[in-house]
């Protein structure tokens, strides 16, 4: 590895300093706390929430998020009668905007085979019990679509600014194998 | 290609492997490989589609006993290669050959903010007229190409309704072989988890995949 990293570098063809930027920006500058601004915005603000649900890409810009796997984003929004779970069967698709980079186990054979064939036993796995009378739908990314999940807010939140709110909202949330829990209620995850 | 990367559907890989406070790289060389490969494709010798094949190309038995930034140093050390970047004894042995080129990278610090932010192409090109609507029942080819499809086995053959015209898309089959972007409209479509995986499946379930044209055909 740093074989290939030193010949490349002494080819000219890539230069250290970018690589470092790279990694930096995926280390301190992207994650789930991106997503979890996004969500908490639209939980306290109605209008953003349908700004965000119809044209997620420009919602998700007005905050300052933008990078390449995520021009093409759709919101999913769970409520009490649907739950969405997002899933790459083929690979490894996902916000990197709002998320940042995917973490091992969602890019990973078990996740990627059950999540289609058995969803709700994923959601068991991650302590998620659904009603049966729920419906849930899994969308698996095929394409360059990115797709983001807008957890339902939990219950005592009702005086909890922004900031708190956001502080509520897991990444695991945001893929929809969890939910967000009421505060006190935090999940062992 | 039917490959061991078209996991949906497959059973017997055991639970999820769950890890708290996980770190963005697991290790100094993880990130490394990840820009890497990133700065790498700004040299435009391969699209995304071809990435994402090479990897599809591994041995199946690799593919699913390397970690995923193994697959990816291993992707990048035959797309140097095979792209004409470096020579088998130059990755051999770590050093350039004496009195060879040396180049100006692709991506720096300066043209990096563009080439990132920079979207995958998408239109709502007028020109390009859309095969299905939205509420038609349509039905997944059963089609086993030998190249790079992203329409997965377990979807082929059976019928959903499409839900959302996404717009134009460039045509993965083709242009992971360089045979064009062959733009096509791409739809999300509804499966019923019962239509896919039989009557023990829940009734209230779905699956929605993203699905150009030349993967449906009307019911």
């Known amino acids: 590895m740093k074989a290939l990293e030193s010949l490349l570098v002494e080819k000219g063809l890539v230069d250290p300093a970018t690589l470092d930027a790279l990694v930096d920006t995926m280390e301190h500058e992207v994650g789930p706390r991106n997503g979890a601004r996004v969500v908490a915005r639209a939980w306290v ?34 409520g009490p009668r649907v739950h969405n779970l997002v899933v790459c069967t083929l690979c490894s698709c996902y916000p990197w905007p709002v998320l940042g980079l995917p973490p091992v186990w969602y890019k990973s054979a078990p996740y990627r085979s059950r ?25 698996d990314s095929t394409a360059e679509l990115r797709y983001l999940v807008l957890p339902e807010r939990p219950a005592g939140t009702e005086r909890m600014t922004e900031e708190q709110l956001a502080a509520l909202v897991t990444r695991d949330a945001m893929i929809g194998v969890a939910k967000v829990e009421s505060p006190g209620r935090a999940s062992d995850r | 290609m039917n490959g061991v990367h078209d996991m949906g559907g497959q059973q017997g890989m055991g639970p999820v492997q769950y890890e708290r406070d996980e770190p963005v790289f697991h290790a100094w060389w993880e990130g490394r490989i990840y820009a890497l490969n990133r700065a790498m494709r700004a040299w435009r010798k391969w699209s995304l589609d071809t990435d994402r094949h090479e990897i599809e190309l591994l041995d199946p038995v690799d593919y699913l006993r ?39 990278p692709a991506l720096t610090p300066a043209t990096s903010g563009r080439w990132l932010s920079r979207g995958i192409p998408s239109s ?9 609507k939205v509420g038609q029942r349509v039905r997944a080819r059963n089609i086993h190409p030998l190249g790079h499809t992203r329409l997965p086995r377990y979807v082929r053959g ?20 360089f045979q064009g972007e062959k733009r096509q409209h791409l739809y999300s479509v509804q499966f019923t988890a019962s239509e896919l995986w039989g009557d023990s499946a829940s009734r209230r379930d779905s699956v929605y995949l993203d699905m150009w044209d030349d993967y449906l055909e009307p019911d």
């Not at chain 1, 796995?125 to 419906?135: I, K, M, R, S, Y």
């Not at chain 2, 499409?162 to 089959?173: E, N, Q, W």
């Open chain 2, 66 to 104: 390397m970690s995923y930034y193994e697959r990816w140093l291993n992707r990048l050390e035959t797309q140097v290669v095979k792209y004409g970047f470096v020579t088998k004894e130059e990755l051999a042995s770590g050093q350039a050959a004496p009195g060879s080129t040396k180049s100006t």
């Open chain 2, 124 to 132: 709502d090109d007028p020109l390009v007229q859309a095969a299905f």
């Open chain 2, 158 to 177: 059976k019928t959903g309704v499409v839900r959302r015209d996404h717009g134009v898309y460039t045509f993965p089959d083709t242009n992971a072989h």
């Open chain 1, 45 to 78: 603000d109605a209008d953003y929430k349908k700004r965000l649900l119809a044209d997620a890409p420009a919602a998700i810009a007005e905050l300052g998020y933008r990078s390449g796997q995520g021009d093409h984003m759709i919101v999913v929004e769970n």
């Open chain 1, 115 to 139: 999540a289609v064939i058995d969803p709700r036993g994923i959601l068991e796995e991650f302590g998620t019990q659904l009603a049966e009378d729920v419906e849930v739908r899994v969308w």
